[in-house]
């Protein structure tokens, strides 16, 4: 379980998150929407520690952080290792293979053997399709394809969270459909993720949790159905906007 209690968020010029409160309960896939600037990545950075907010707390699985005191290495590894973030342009190391790619973090943070790692590195790769491209470098591969391996190289961590931020946004209509199908598949097997997305047909197919966040603010948080059949008014303007 993530458990955030007012947390709040200043940047020089901006008050980006504003007094937040909020559970990601395991085993659910919760998907955050929100205009642009609203603060869905300040949000989802923070949970992985990328962000300090500079009051608040947040418990993660055993894991408490009260973001008003300095944190240790210690915390902040242990938070790392707990959610893996998969981010909008993939960053796999462009000199490493694949399977390199997806094994380093395992056999260097885990300590896994080399067997052990590569053994659910081409598991991983089956699951979304792509055990052939075990050998080859990123250059060598579709957007929409990196950013399945770079799914893989998350798992691979065994986090106990998934968090991405707009996955698919910098991918072609035929590759974010590949990514988003094995984001449902991954929702479907019931791991607990958090998604940041301007996809409005994932979110409505895939959320079991929706939030609404606009000014730094969570201003929805509920069902998928609620947010989409019987939304406020401010909820209807968003989703009008998001069509041409
Ligand atoms: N490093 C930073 N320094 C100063 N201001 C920042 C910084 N990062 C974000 N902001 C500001 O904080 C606000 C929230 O940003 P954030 O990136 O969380 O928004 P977002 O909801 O993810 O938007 P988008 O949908 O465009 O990705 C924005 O007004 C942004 O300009
Ligand atoms: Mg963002």
Sequence with gaps: MIKLRHVDKQYAEHHALVDVSVDFPEHQTTVILGPSGAGKSTLLRSINLLERPQQGTMELNNLKINFAQQLSTKQVLAARRQTAMVFQSWNLFPHLTVLQNITEGPRYVLKQSAAEAQQRAHDLLKQVGLDETANRYPRQLSGGQQQRISICRALAMNPSYLLFDEPTS????ELEAQVLRVLQQLANEQHSMIVVTHNMEFARRVADRLLFVEDG????????????????????????????
């Design 170 to 173: 910098a991918l072609d209509p």
């Design 217 to 244: 603010r969570i201003e929805f948080n509920g069902s998928s159905d609620e947010f989409f059949n019987h939304p406020t008014e401010r909820i209807k303007a968003f989703l009008a906007a998001m069509k041409f």
